[in-house]
């Protein structure tokens, strides 16, 4: 940068000090006319980025040859890079990204009919501790910031083919979406950015372990977005257990803040309910469900659970699956099991950054593009 230019709000920078152009604080508006360009081409390297999937400023042909040298010397589009790419049979795949610190987060495309999903982490991490999710054996490293959040959703936006579009996003990688809401949000509104991805606020999922005061602040600022609660328990002792942080909180109080979020928002909401083989998986947990969701305009959406290395919990039976599903059909409650998707590339939440981990080696994405399709 030419010493007279002084930079303009950065955002959280990469360690090379250039500003990051997917962070939304960045002003490319001012930089530009730093640069003695029109504003208006903030636009046209807006919609590159997001809706042409320019991987470099290179790429951006129509703009002046002079100015994709100096956005290329000045700015940064990727933090990350991606250390490990893994597709399944069934369409999915996965990325495993480093950040510019070294750390790592996963996130996945879901192909799905015509549905191309994204599943997004929020944090490096997890600091609720849900006894069942690999994300969160360590604890909580830190929160992503809202340009990491978005290089997620554009390295998986080009893994799609030019003529397919992202149609959803859900916020159920790694990490609590409710405990860096100041990130999130912004990056969830560049996604609905009709010059970029245009994807409905409806199509946007978070979910949540289930934090009422987190849940009442998206109520009052933004409740459009479609809310899924993990409650994995209706009662306070097995869910403590399952969910240590249930413990200052409580299902009642979660209960409470969905219902204010669904009155507000008009939106139907989820409960997800990861089923552990003879844990919670009985027709009493079933039942004790049933009450707990009532006549609420509810969906319960059944995880079985992935079993997650060195964790002790069992996957459900087909039986006990379909037996706790029988109970919950028959008191009304309108229910669907997840169907399970990459889970030979280890989908859930945080495993592969613990594989990954573990085998100590992070090889160049070139080396290691695996097909895991035999
Ligand atoms: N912290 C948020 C979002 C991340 S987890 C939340 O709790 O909702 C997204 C979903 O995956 C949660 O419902 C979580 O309980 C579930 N999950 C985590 N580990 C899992 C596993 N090993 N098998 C099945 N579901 C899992």
């Given at each position: 940068?030419?010493?007279?230019?002084?930079?303009?709000?950065?955002?959280?920078?990469?360690?090379?000090?250039?500003?990051?152009?997917?962070?939304?604080?960045?002003?490319?508006?001012?930089?530009?006319?730093?640069?003695?360009?029109?504003?208006?081409?903030?636009k046209?390297?807006?919609?590159?980025?997001?809706?042409?999937?320019?991987?470099?400023?290179?790429?951006?042909?129509?703009?002046?040859?002079?100015?994709?040298?100096?956005?290329?010397?000045?700015?940064?589009?990727?933090?990350?890079?991606?250390?490990?790419?893994?597709?399944?049979?069934?369409?999915?795949?996965k990325?495993?990204?480093?950040?510019?610190?070294?750390?790592?987060?996963?996130?996945?495309?879901l192909?799905?009919?015509?549905?191309?999903?994204?599943?997004?982490?929020?944090?490096?991490?997890?600091?609720?501790?849900?006894?069942?999710?690999a994300?969160?054996?360590d604890?909580?490293?830190?929160?992503?910031?809202?340009?990491?959040?978005?290089?997620?959703?554009?390295?998986?936006?080009?893994?799609?083919?030019?003529?397919?579009?992202l149609s959803?996003?859900?916020?159920?990688?790694?990490?609590?979406?409710?405990?860096?809401?100041?990130?999130?949000?912004?990056?969830?509104?560049?996604?609905?950015?009709?010059?970029?991805?245009?994807?409905?606020?409806?199509?946007?999922?978070?979910?949540?372990?289930?934090?009422?005061?987190?849940?009442?602040?998206?109520?009052?600022?933004?409740?459009?977005?479609?809310l899924?609660?993990?409650?994995?328990?209706?009662?306070?002792?097995?869910?403590?257990?399952?969910?240590?942080?249930n413990?200052?909180?409580?299902?009642?109080?979660?209960?409470?803040?969905?219902?204010?979020?669904?009155?507000?928002?008009?939106?139907?909401?989820?409960?997800?309910?990861v089923?552990?083989?003879?844990?919670?998986?009985?027709?009493?947990?079933?039942?004790?469900?049933?009450?707990?969701?009532?006549k609420?305009?509810?969906?319960?959406?059944?995880?079985?659970?992935?079993?997650?290395?060195?964790?002790?919990?069992?996957?459900?039976?087909?039986?006990?699956?379909?037996?706790?599903?029988?109970?919950?059909?028959?008191?009304?409650?309108?229910?669907?099991?997840?169907?399970?998707?990459?889970?030979?590339?280890?989908?859930?939440?945080?495993?592969?950054?613990?594989?990954?981990?573990?085998?100590?080696?992070?090889?160049?994405?070139?080396?290691?593009?695996?097909?895991?399709?035999?």
């Amino acid at each position: 940068m030419p010493p007279n230019i002084t930079p303009i709000t950065m955002g959280i920078t990469p360690p090379d000090h250039l500003p990051h152009i997917l962070d939304p604080e960045f002003d490319i508006r001012a930089w530009l006319s730093h640069a003695g360009q029109p504003a208006w081409r903030a636009k046209a390297v807006y919609r590159w980025l997001h809706a042409r999937r320019a991987d470099s400023f290179s790429d951006m042909t129509d703009l002046p040859h002079d100015l994709r040298l100096q956005l290329d010397a000045e700015l940064r589009i990727w933090t990350t890079h991606i250390a490990r790419h893994q597709v399944a049979e069934d369409g999915t795949e996965k990325l495993l990204l480093q950040l510019h610190d070294g750390q790592q987060i996963e996130c996945v495309l879901l192909r799905d009919g015509i549905r191309r999903t994204v599943c997004i982490s929020s944090q490096v991490g997890c600091a609720m501790g849900c006894v069942f999710c690999a994300s969160g054996l360590d604890g909580v490293i830190r929160n992503l910031t809202t340009g990491e959040i978005v290089e997620q959703l554009l390295r998986l936006t080009r893994l799609l083919p030019p003529d397919e579009r992202l149609s959803h996003i859900v916020v159920m990688g790694m990490g609590e979406p409710l405990a860096n809401l100041d990130r999130l949000l912004p990056a969830l509104a560049v996604a609905q950015s009709p010059d970029g991805l245009g994807i409905s606020q409806r199509r946007i999922t978070i979910s949540t372990v289930g934090l009422p005061s987190a849940i009442d602040r998206l109520c009052h600022e933004n409740p459009g977005y479609h809310l899924a609660v993990s409650l994995h328990a209706a009662d306070d002792l097995l869910r403590t257990k399952l969910v240590p942080v249930n413990k200052s909180i409580g299902v009642h109080a979660i209960l409470a803040a969905a219902d204010r979020y669904w009155e507000t928002s008009g939106r139907r909401l989820t409960f997800e309910y990861v089923l552990l083989g003879n844990l919670n998986d009985s027709p009493d947990h079933a039942r004790s469900l049933a009450r707990f969701i009532g006549k609420r305009a509810a969906l319960v959406n059944i995880i079985p659970y992935n079993t997650v290395d060195g964790l002790p919990w069992e996957e459900p039976t087909d039986v006990s699956r379909e037996r706790f599903l029988d109970v919950l059909r028959n008191a009304g409650i309108n229910v669907q099991t997840r169907r399970r998707k990459g889970s030979r590339i280890d989908a859930a939440c945080g495993q592969l950054r613990r594989l990954a981990r573990e085998q100590h080696s992070l090889p160049e994405e070139s080396d290691i593009t695996l097909s895991d399709s035999e």
